[in-house]
């Protein structure tokens, strides 16, 4: 069965500074990946996704990520972050076509500070 | 397109009681989806319909839990005899399988339940 790792629980930034959020899979095919965001007591958002093609996509709200399959990991980018962008973060991975479930990750709860 | 829809947000109730979840899916999306997720945790798969058809159940979906989409469009999510362990926020998604997003989930906003 698929998995997704989230190793970073909660991860602290200062606001303008990079940020690099980690998700590794366990599949033993070609995966989808998604990258979603949640902000409190709301539902989950897309950011970007991977099926197939370039490995590195770009989302929502300057947020990029990078398919790395020898390393089987699907990590988050963006260069200078907002107060804006605190939020939890999850990573997913789809097993089929259809993608009939996504099975999630732990979540990457971001705080900015100032 | 106005979104995944889902009411109520938030539902308190008495443990042994029953509940019941509505989901309006985007319009055109023909597959819905139903998660749970606890609190720290991700959304777990529930169940899965394709048009009106059922087609996947989470083995986390007890007995006292019914899913039911009659007609293709909306879902209704029924938690029987409901249990303390059942309080979740549980976020309904859909899909389309043609077009430029198609096999994209796309959630609503969820409905918080709380079992006292």
């Known amino acids: 069965a698929q998995s997704v790792t989230q190793p970073d629980i909660h991860i602290t930034v200062s606001e303008g500074a990079s940020l690099e959020l980690r998700c590794n899979y366990s599949?033993?095919?070609?995966?989808?990946l998604f990258w979603y965001v949640q902000s409190p007591g709301q539902g989950l958002q897309l950011l970007l996704k991977?099926?197939?093609?370039?490995?590195l996509v770009q989302g929502i709200k300057g947020f990029e990520a990078e398919f790395k399959r020898s390393q089987s990991s699907f990590n988050l980018r963006k260069p200078s972050v907002h107060w804006s962008d605190a939020a939890e973060y999850f990573c997913?991975?789809?097993?089929?076509?259809?993608?009939?479930?996504?099975?999630f990750g732990t979540g990457t709860r971001l705080t900015i500070i100032p | 397109d106005t979104g995944v829809s889902q009411d109520p947000r938030h539902k308190i109730t008495k443990r042994g009681q029953n509940v019941t979840f509505r989901c309006d899916p985007i319009?055109?999306?023909?597959?819905l989806y139903w998660y749970r997720q606890t609190l720290g945790q991700g959304p777990e798969f529930l169940t899965y319909?394709?048009?009106?058809?059922?087609?996947?159940k989470s083995r986390l979906l007890s007995d006292r839990f019914s899913a039911e989409r009659p007609k293709g469009s909306f879902s209704t999510l029924e938690i029987q005899r409901t249990e303390q362990g059942d309080s979740a926020m549980y976020l309904c998604?859909?899909?389309?399988?043609?077009?430029?997003?198609?096999?994209?989930?796309?959630f609503g906003p969820g409905t918080r339940l709380t079992v006292l």
């Open positions: 998604a859909s899909s389309s399988e043609t077009g430029d997003q198609s096999d994209t989930q796309y």
């Open positions: 599949y033993g095919a070609t995966p989808y």
């Open positions: 991977y099926f197939s093609g370039d490995t």
């Open positions: 997913a991975v789809g097993v089929d076509f259809g993608n009939e479930k996504l099975t």
């Open positions: 319009s055109e999306h023909n597959r």
């Open positions: 319909f394709q048009n009106e058809a059922q087609l996947e």
